[in-house]
């Protein structure tokens, strides 16, 4: 009933740009925060990007500077633009939506791979 589907991963080289694209499947408006992650080989997941309904948005440190999440309202789309891309941010890329009200748990694409290598 709800989808969340990524696209916009390849490969670039260090010093690039990407931007990444979650589709979703339902008013975007219905969540309160949408949020990019990310997992690289070995490592946790963790948080990237994240973008509340009252229009603020929080980025991890390592991310700062260089990646800007935006939602299109009437595309139902998420976007993370990543510029200056360096070689640690080669990972996968999740979309997600956390539930709202009172359940704990999150919506979540499938992810899609970010490879930045000469």
């Known amino acids: 009933q709800v989808q969340l589907v990524e696209s916009g991963g390849g490969l670039v080289q260090p010093g690039g740009s990407l931007r990444l694209s979650c589709a979703a499947s339902v008013y975007i408006s219905s969540f309160n925060t949408m949020a990019w992650y990310r997992q690289a080989p070995g490592k946790e997941r963790e948080l990237v990007a994240s973008?509340?309904?009252?229009?603020?948005?929080n980025y991890a440190d390592s991310v700062k500077g260089r990646f800007t999440i935006s939602r299109d309202t009437a595309k139902n789309t998420v976007y993370l633009q990543m510029n200056s891309l360096r070689p640690e941010d080669t990972a996968v890329y999740y979309c997600n939506a956390p539930w709202t009200g009172s359940r704990v748990g999150a919506y979540w694409g499938k992810g899609t791979l970010v490879t930045v290598s000469s």
């Open positions: 973008s509340n309904i009252g229009g603020s948005t």
